[in-house]
């Protein structure tokens, strides 16, 4: 995963990028059992690489049908 900008959820798992998630040797901050992402654009291009890991994802149309 790329660019710090919009990967918030990488960088604390430690899938992100490396000179960015290893600081202070705290990696990851958060355990992919423990994370999920919620609210994510139906056909966002990542949705599948997170499943992959193991951290549950739902759309916002999952969350709020009618949105």
């Keep these: 995963m790329g660019a710090a900008g919009g990967e918030a959820l990488a960088l604390v798992t430690g899938l992100g990028q490396a000179d960015l998630t290893?600081?202070?040797a705290h990696t990851p901050d958060v355990r992919d059992g423990?994370?999920?992402l919620l609210g994510i654009?139906?056909?966002d291009e990542h949705a599948d690489e997170v499943r992959a890991v193991?951290?549950?994802v739902w759309a916002a149309r999952e969350i709020i049908p009618n949105s």
């Design 54 to 56: 193991g951290i549950p």
């Design 22 to 24: 290893g600081l202070e």
């Design 41 to 43: 654009r139906e056909n």
């Design 34 to 36: 423990d994370a999920v």
